[in-house]
């Protein structure tokens, strides 16, 4: 059954680059291949591929010269849905997708730190695949005054882009605190990571564009597979 949650083929395709040019992958100036050769190699229409270049000649980060080709141009600062997504393959690059597993109303624990105003939150579990690796757990608390109710159906892979379209929330800032944490007993089976074990661990407090915290989350990772990558210009 197709996932409901996937992006369009086309922004599955320019994420992909957008990480991979975020990655050192493709270089700046690199020429990339013919654009039926691109669109043969990554399994889409070129139709697909061509609205997919087209968001990144929109970001800045390609140049279209006609009868020379597509050439890579680097961004002062990451851009892409995933722009705040700072786990990536250990090669580098790999698009996140996500696997819903839960999505709650319930109260907030107390161990966590302050953000909203509302005594309960949308807990919201997925498993992430980088790169198709599903090697990421992710359980993200949204502030109960965003939104009345959650429909699982709504939610989109990129969660700042189901706040933004859906709930007119912008995140604009994001706290991350790095260790290691003992994977919780909800992992499902298809998982690289086993309940009980250490894992890489990141917690993140997430501010709206007016400064307030709306958004917390928890993150284990399989270091074997992904590591935590934050670039500074």
């Given at each position: 059954m197709p996932d409901e949650t996937a992006l369009p083929r086309y922004l599955q395709v320019?994420?992909?680059?957008?990480?991979?040019?975020?990655?050192?992958?493709?270089?700046?100036?690199a020429r990339l291949p013919p654009e039926r050769e691109m669109a043969a190699e990554r399994?889409?229409?070129?139709?697909?591929?061509?609205k997919a270049l087209a968001r990144l000649e929109e970001a800045g980060l390609l140049e279209r010269i006609q009868g020379s080709g597509n050439y890579v141009r680097h961004a002062p600062q990451e851009l892409g849905l995933y722009a705040f997504f700072r786990?990536?393959?250990?090669?580098?690059?790999?698009?996140?997708t996500?696997?819903?597993?839960?999505?709650?109303?319930?109260?907030?624990e107390p161990a966590m730190p302050d953000f909203g105003p509302a005594p309960e939150g949308h807990r919201i579990r997925r498993l992430r695949r980088?790169?198709?690796?599903?090697?990421v757990l992710e359980e993200?608390?949204?502030?109960?005054?965003?939104?009345a109710e959650i429909d699982r159906s709504d939610l989109s892979e990129s969660l700042y882009l189901y706040y933004r379209e859906r709930l007119?929330?912008?995140?604009?800032?994001?706290?991350?605190?790095?260790?290691?944490?003992?994977?919780?007993?909800w992992v499902p089976g298809a998982a690289t990571l086993t309940s009980g074990e250490t894992a890489g661990f990141?917690?993140?407090?997430?501010?709206a564009a007016d400064g307030a915290r709306v958004e917390y989350s928890r993150t284990w990772f399989d270091s074997r597979h992904v590591r935590y990558v934050a670039r500074l210009r």
């Open positions: 320019a994420e992909t680059l957008i990480r991979e040019i975020a990655a050192g992958r493709l270089a700046d100036g399994e889409v229409s070129v139709g697909t591929l061509r786990l990536e393959l250990v090669e580098g690059g790999g698009l996140p996500a696997e819903l597993i839960t999505v709650e109303r319930r109260g907030k980088i790169g198709g690796i599903p090697a993200i608390w949204l502030d109960g005054a965003a939104v007119g929330l912008v995140i604009t800032r994001a706290e991350d605190r790095l260790g290691v944490a003992p994977v919780p007993d990141i917690e993140r407090v997430s501010q």
